[in-house]
């Protein structure tokens, strides 16, 4: 149905039985005919506000957007041209992305990085989602606060070490006996849990069979305490008085956990899971690059078929310049991928719960 | 009245408390195997003597690292590009924020969504390389030749980090402002006067955010700054390498033979013990401060519950 915006749009004049614009409706009219003008005024006399966006725009112009911008050297030959710079190479089409797909020589190798994006991800998931959860539902259980922080600054402390640190500590823990050392000491533990004393010995981290329990073992050591504050949260905002009406009832611990804690926490939790599938696919490729090594050896070789991801691959891709394209190809895919992943995620996180990341 | 603990919540506590002090153990064993070693000596370490604490106490290594010019000279290349990269992004991020943060701003949506975009969909690494190649280039060519520069100015934007910003300034009430503005403050004396004091909080957040990032920042330090440069490295590259040159214990595929072998002559401790004293040396700066500074990363965390 049709209906006027101002209701004081129009004055009866009762005496003469006319109607009449009114005084306010004119003025809107003015203020609407000269709705642009008076924004060009307003912009120039606010151009101090103007003036603080520039330095922001211009770094994520320069250094996030340009970059976007040279993502056309996967539709280029980059062995034409000055071979500096896509801008120079000469066009190709889909050619790469054909190559990507059906080259004997690329395509198992793209396939292999793409699935091992996927699995690396999904035990990321499956082990590195419950964990955080777990743990501050435990928190909540220690009821002296010092014994808590303590506890959680240790737990925290992982979260603050840089890759090249952590993948140290893991290459140190799970030594090899090369070179007459003695083998790392959680290689230890695991040689005493049954594994094959020469795979021990070899290094564990670059056995194929035991590389990714390590990388996600890693994983969780960095990030699942940390990952447990938004969780705990949640869990310390359940209000007291819900547990002692269960404890009325006769709940106990676990029946209070089934009804009280977890319902309470659900919607954080959802919304955590749906951001955490949406960013699947951006497996961070610092780790696995430091934990394989920079080097290419027999060692990393074995590996590379577990743990060889789009974006290391792409990076491999990166020093000879006859892959540049089908390396910038391979990891713009995977990368649409991801942002479809993101977008979709936020957009059921709002239906679900009116809340959103962005 | 005392309530009665009944035994299901008595077992899960103490499964709580047993799985918790595991995991906090498990947390912080690795550093301390680490500061032990660094302290122990080199056939204490090779034997597998060292579990927790340090065995046949010496700082041969650690004084090695101590002595270790370059060692010292990297490492002040990560205070340099952390303050100047933390102080750089942080001005930035702020007057955007500021900006964003108005109502009044036109095309407001379409800002946050140019910044919002860069969360979705990243160029990779090959274009983001030649990127960073083509920046180094014109730094160079406007005398800017020292690649520190480029860490400092070109890397660590965190969008995320500029939301948060953003979101605290929305919360200044409007009032404050329009106080602010009938004195005839000025758009920059409102943003130092009214919003920075009244989001302290948040600015220390973001600013340890950027901090860390940077204190830990590699994989780009490494890719732009060749080996013949390596005294612009910042600390952890140069860690790294060391493994990579002189240890195995990565899989000892860049080792140099000649520098390996001279190692035994010139040095009266292993290449990995100097490893554990670089690695002690590298985190102190973060344990130093982390007490004071958990409390922070925990509410930034909360923070991040980001709306547009």
Redesign the interface.
């Given at each position: 149905m049709f209906r006027l915006k101002y209701d004081d749009f129009l004055i009866y004049d009762e005496e003469t039985g006319t109607y009449s614009m009114s005084a306010e409706q004119q003025v809107r009219d003015e203020t609407e005919k000269n709705r642009w003008k008076n924004?060009g005024w307003?912009?120039l006399k606010?151009w101090?506000?103007?003036l603080?966006?520039v330095?922001?725009?211009l770094?994520?112009f320069?250094?996030?957007?340009?970059?976007?911008y040279?993502?056309m050297?996967c539709f280029k030959n980059p062995n034409t041209g000055d071979l500096t710079?896509?801008s120079t190479y000469s066009w190709t089409g889909l050619k790469y992305f054909q190559e990507l797909f059906t080259n004997a020589e690329y395509s198992p190798l793209f396939w292999r990085a793409f699935r091992n994006t996927f699995i690396t991800a999904f035990y990321g998931l499956l082990f590195g989602f419950p964990m955080p959860i777990?743990?501050a539902?435990?928190?909540n259980?220690?009821k002296s606060n010092v014994a808590r922080s303590?506890?959680?600054?240790?737990?925290?402390?992982?979260k603050?070490?840089?890759?090249?640190?952590v993948t140290?500590?893991v290459?140190?823990?799970f030594?090899?006996s090369?070179?007459?050392?003695?083998?790392g000491?959680v290689s230890?533990l695991f040689g005493a849990l049954g594994v094959d004393n020469a795979v021990v010995n070899s290094?564990l981290v670059?056995t194929t069979k035991y590389y990714r329990a390590i990388y996600i073992i890693a994983d969780l050591?960095e990030h699942?305490?940390?990952d447990s504050?938004?969780f705990f949260?949640a869990v310390i905002a359940v209000s007291p008085t819900s547990y002692e009406a269960a404890?009325i009832d006769g709940a106990?611990?676990?029946a209070q956990?089934r009804y009280v804690v977890i319902p309470s926490i659900l919607s954080t939790v959802v919304i955590m899971l749906i951001m955490k599938i949406g960013s699947l696919l951006s497996v961070g490729?610092?780790k696995i690059?430091?934990l394989l090594?920079?080097?290419?050896?027999e060692?990393?070789d074995a590996n590379y078929e577990v743990a060889d991801v789009v974006?290391t691959l792409?990076?491999r891709?990166?020093e000879t310049q006859e892959y540049?394209a089908m390396?910038?190809a391979a990891?713009?895919l995977?990368?649409?991928i991801?942002?479809i992943l993101?977008?979709g995620a936020n957009a059921i996180a709002r239906k679900a719960s009116d809340?959103?990341?962005? | 009245m005392k309530?009665k603990v009944?035994t299901?919540?008595l077992?899960?506590?103490i499964?709580?408390?047993f799985?918790?002090?595991v995991?906090?153990?498990?947390?912080?064993y690795?550093?301390v195997?680490?500061l032990s070693?660094a302290f122990s000596s080199s056939s204490a370490?090779?034997?597998?003597a060292v579990?927790l604490w340090p065995v046949d106490v010496q700082a041969d290594a650690f004084i090695g690292v101590l002595t270790n010019n370059k060692f010292w000279i990297n490492y002040a290349n990560t205070l340099f590009v952390t303050f100047f990269g933390t102080v750089w992004a942080l001005?930035?991020?702020i007057?955007?924020?500021?900006?964003?943060s108005?109502k009044?701003?036109?095309g407001r949506h379409g800002?946050n969504f140019?910044?919002?975009f860069?969360?979705?969909?990243?160029?990779?690494?090959?274009?983001?390389?030649?990127?960073?190649a083509?920046?180094s280039e014109i730094f160079g060519a406007i005398g800017i030749s020292d690649l520190k520069w480029t860490i400092v100015?070109?890397?660590g934007?965190n969008a995320t980090n500029?939301i948060l910003l953003r979101n605290s300034f929305e919360g200044v009430p409007s009032e404050i402002e329009e106080a602010a503005r009938i004195d005839g403050a000025?758009?920059?004396q409102i943003?130092t006067k009214v919003y920075l004091p009244m989001s302290k909080a948040t600015i220390a957040t973001v600013a340890l955010f950027f901090g860390?990032s940077r204190?830990?920042?590699?994989?780009w330090a490494f890719k732009v700054i060749p080996e013949g440069q390596s005294y612009s490295w910042p600390i952890?590259?140069y860690?790294?390498d060391y493994?990579?040159k002189y240890t195995?214990?990565?899989?000892?595929?860049?080792n140099d033979p000649d520098a390996v072998q001279n190692w035994d002559l010139n040095y009266n401790y292993s290449a990995?013990s100097a490893?554990?004293s670089m690695?002690v040396c590298?985190?102190i700066p973060?344990l130093a401060i982390?007490?004071f500074i958990?409390k922070y990363?925990?509410k930034g965390?909360?923070m991040?519950?980001?709306?547009?």
């Open positions: 924004t307003t912009v606010d101090r506000l103007y603080m966006l330095p922001m725009v770094v994520y320069l250094w996030k957007y340009m970059p976007m040279e993502l050297g710079h896509v777990i743990l539902l435990f928190f259980e220690v303590i506890m959680q600054v240790c737990v925290y402390l992982p603050f070490l840089s890759t090249v640190i140290s500590l290459l140190v823990l030594r090899s090369a070179g007459g050392q003695s083998v000491i230890q290094g670059y050591w699942a305490g940390y504050i938004v949260a404890q106990g611990k676990m956990m490729y610092e690059y430091l090594g920079t080097g290419v050896g060692a990393q974006s792409s990076n891709w990166s540049k390396g910038t990891e713009m995977n990368n649409l991801g942002m993101v977008i809340v959103s990341l962005y | 309530r009944e299901s919540e077992i899960f506590r499964v709580a408390y799985i918790l002090i995991f906090a153990l498990m947390c912080v690795p550093l195997y680490v070693s370490i090779n034997s597998g579990v001005g930035y991020s007057l955007g924020a500021y900006a964003l108005k009044r701003l036109l800002w140019f910044l919002v860069t969360m979705w969909f990243s160029a990779g690494i090959i274009p983001q390389y030649q990127n960073y083509a920046t100015l070109a890397m934007m500029i000025t758009e920059l943003l860390i204190w830990n920042g590699y994989f952890q590259v860690i790294r493994i990579d195995s214990i990565a899989g000892g595929t860049k990995v490893v554990y690695v590298a985190i973060i982390y007490p958990q990363f925990a965390v909360n991040g519950g980001v709306k547009e």
